[in-house]
């Protein structure tokens, strides 16, 4: 099924999409239950969370992508830096796309990919980090964290999304007792909106008053090829081909029409390895219009592809904007970078001769 077909079930209102979840239904609650066990074995201790040999935060989601974690963890990334802290951003990489896109968010910084948390944690520390932030980790409770920051997009909340695979949901909103910081992110969707989403989802916090909003904002349009920059303004009224391969397509192609552009989409599903067909079907419709357009997350896979002759290939690059509870997240970085106090100094490598390295953190894309 095609990642519009999947969404249409999750978030439609018509009899048909209502008929496929409650199809799917049995399976969720399957789902629920494991999930559930699972939860009250840490809750009780019966399974093990590991100390963590570095100061750990977590950013994670309570749904399937598109939250914003990778422009959230560079904003992070960068306010530790600044504070003179050595972040390492842990992921357990899904794609190709996750390392390459922490390299060009995150100049100079570690970049450590392993399915386990606690050995990335401990090679990050090898290579000279001294804190770090764990890329989706809310529901990868075996290693212990300073702090969880939950990201829910104001585009896809709506009360009563179900369990996968019925609904786009890893765990119940109830689940948010577990995190520290709730962050509304928005693309699209208007500030009211976020504001709306933050009051109900926040009554599922143990700090209701530990919330964040935070657009982000699309910055410039870079030319993938060339880094060629081009102001915002450069879309109103251009005719492009948009590809995303992105947890909320929909969200990104919003993005592009509020800014003026007229578009041919072109959604893949979150993480998809491009290939020569894919890139030849994406360079027919874009020598039709103006060029192709994506995500810096398609772009970092399209660009080795891209045949020279093709027609222009450009990325948005994004900036998360902080709109609301600036001072909780500032006081939680704070209580990170106390935490390495506690750390005793490694002789590991750091700057860009570690292998594992990336670049140097921003808020923005390159």
Not at 130 to 145: G, S, Y
Request: glycine share 8%; with cysteine.
């Amino acid at each position: 099924m095609t990642t519009g077909g999947v969404e249409r079930i999750w978030y439609g209102e018509g009899w048909a999409e209502r008929l496929a979840r409650a199809a799917l239904s049995p399976a969720a609650w399957s789902y629920a239950v494991v999930s559930a066990a699972r939860n009250a074995l840490y809750d009780r201790g019966a399974l093990r969370a590991h100390l963590p040999a570095l100061p750990a935060l977590s950013l994670g989601n309570l749904s399937v992508g598109g939250t914003g974690k990778t422009p959230m963890a560079a904003w992070a990334a960068a306010r530790l830096a600044a504070a003179g802290a050595r972040p390492a951003i842990v992921l357990r990489g899904y794609g190709d796309d996750e390392p390459l896109v922490h390299a060009r968010l995150n100049p100079g910084l570690v970049v450590v990919t392993d399915a386990d948390r606690v050995r990335g944690v401990a090679r990050a520390r090898e290579l000279g980090a001294d804190c770090a932030i764990l890329d989706d980790a809310f529901q990868h409770r075996r290693l212990r964290r300073s702090a969880d920051w939950v990201l829910v997009a104001a585009e896809q909340w709506r009360e009563g999304l179900r369990l996968l695979p019925a609904g786009p949901l890893r765990e119940p909103a109830a689940a948010l007792r577990r995190a520290d910081v709730l962050v509304i992110t928005r693309k699209s969707a208007p500030r009211e909106v976020a504001e709306e989403v933050a009051s109900q989802v926040a009554r599922f916090m143990r700090d209701r008053t530990a919330v964040a909003i935070c657009h982000l904002a699309p910055y410039a349009v870079v030319d993938a090829m060339t880094t060629h920059r081009e102001p915002l303004s450069w879309l109103d009224g251009r005719e492009l081909t948009a590809v995303a391969a992105v947890g909320a397509p929909a969200s990104f192609f919003s993005q592009l029409a509020a800014q003026g552009a007229t578009l041919d989409p072109i959604p893949f599903a979150d993480h998809h390895a491009f290939d020569a067909r894919d890139v030849a079907r994406i360079v027919r419709s874009g020598e039709r219009r103006a060029g192709v357009i994506c995500t810096l997350k398609d772009a970092v896979k399209l660009a080795p592809l891209w045949p020279r002759a093709g027609p222009p290939l450009w990325y948005v690059s994004q900036r998360a904007v902080v709109e609301r509870g600036g001072a909780v997240l500032d006081a939680s970085l704070e209580a990170l970078l106390a935490a390495r106090a506690a750390v005793p100094p490694t002789a590991g490598p750091t700057g860009p001769s570690s292998p594992a390295h990336g670049h140097r953190s921003s808020t923005a894309d390159r």
